[in-house]
């Protein structure tokens, strides 16, 4: 996740940093396997994100610590992800 995070930002600096950096970052999403990766970052980011949710849920004492709670939730998780990263999909393409 922490490579992820300094591609991101690295394709923000490029992008703020002047008018050809942005054309630069522009002209680099153009680039089937660049979209791919990218897709592949902010489905990453949904799943760690929405799954901290769950955590932060379970510790507050909102759901139950049980075994048919915790698989329950996981994949609630699971399909919040996956219809996240669809829209992340369309976002990126």
């Excluded at 300094?6 to 054309?23: A, R, T, V, Y």
């Excluded at 902010?42 to 909102?62: E, K, N, Q, S």
């Amino acid at each position: 996740m922490f490579v992820a995070i300094g591609i991101l930002l690295w394709i923000l600096g490029l992008s703020l940093s002047s008018s050809d950096g942005f054309s630069a970052a522009a002209a680099m999403m153009d680039s089937f396997i660049v979209k791919f990766i990218m897709w592949g970052i902010l489905t990453a980011l949904a799943y760690h994100v929405i799954g901290g949710i769950r955590h932060m849920l379970m510790d507050f004492g909102y759901l139950d610590e049980t075994f048919a709670m915790g698989k329950l939730t996981a994949n609630v998780t699971f399909v919040i992800t996956v219809v996240l990263s669809i829209l992340a999909g369309v976002l990126v393409w």
